[in-house]
């Protein structure tokens, strides 16, 4: 089936150059930022802002959330919510390079980057980034809309609630709870649950 790109900033090209990897067929771009009388990121059509997904044949067509988070995982929430109100279904996009267990379960629209690592019986939920090199170690549990950044290592049996962001770089080691809607900053190590809502700017991770 063919995809529409939603979004074609940085995350958005990563994206289609992990599509275009794979082979996957893209039907176009929808970014508003774009000119639909020029050929987009990769010499890909635009087809318009979100104005024109309405038209698209549910049945035909999935999406893919070319949103990223570096400030807020709101803005790429909201779309995915949205759209799933209106009809559409999320292709999930993992790039070629990427090492997913095949007991690991993968939720709609997640995206697992070059070189990233899911090992076995990890969990990811819906509309999640495993970013580039990230690596997921066995029994994880991911939830919904979160952001795993570039370099971060999650040691085996981590749970991370929905909304929340890793850092860059970041550690957690095994068995740590991260709760829901929190933040974890770049290059830190988590060594102790966080309850919903954390901000956690911890000391940096010796290198």
Not at 63 to 84: D, M, P, Y
Not at 137 to 142: F, N, P, Q, S, T
Not at 149 to 174: K, M, R
Request: charged share 15%; aromatic share 2%; proline share 6%.
């Amino acid at each position: 089936m063919a995809v529409v790109v939603v979004g074609a900033g940085g995350h958005g090209r990563v994206l289609i150059d992990a599509l275009l990897s794979c082979g996957t067929p893209i039907l176009g771009l929808c970014d508003p930022g774009l000119d639909p009388a020029s050929p987009g990121p990769f010499g890909l059509p635009v087809l318009g802002g979100d104005d024109v997904l309405p038209s698209l044949s549910r049945s035909e067509v999935q999406l893919v959330n070319g949103i990223g988070s570096v400030h807020s995982l709101s803005a790429r929430a909201g779309l995915f919510e949205r759209l799933k109100a209106g009809g559409f279904s999320f292709a999930s996009v993992i790039h070629p390079s990427a090492i997913v267990s095949r007991s690991a379960r993968l939720g709609e629209g997640v995206q697992i980057m070059a070189g990233a690592v899911v090992q076995c019986d990890s969990v990811i939920g819906d509309n999640s980034i495993l970013n580039t090199r990230s690596a997921v170690d066995h029994d994880c549990r991911i939830g919904h809309n979160v952001h795993i950044a570039p370099g971060c290592t999650l040691s085996g049996c981590v749970t991370v609630g929905d909304n929340s962001h890793i850092g860059t770089s970041a550690v957690v080691i095994q068995g740590i709870t991260i709760g829901q809607s929190c933040l974890v900053a770049a290059g830190v190590t988590v060594r102790a649950p966080l309850a919903d809502h954390a901000i956690f700017k911890g000391s940096p991770t010796p290198r």
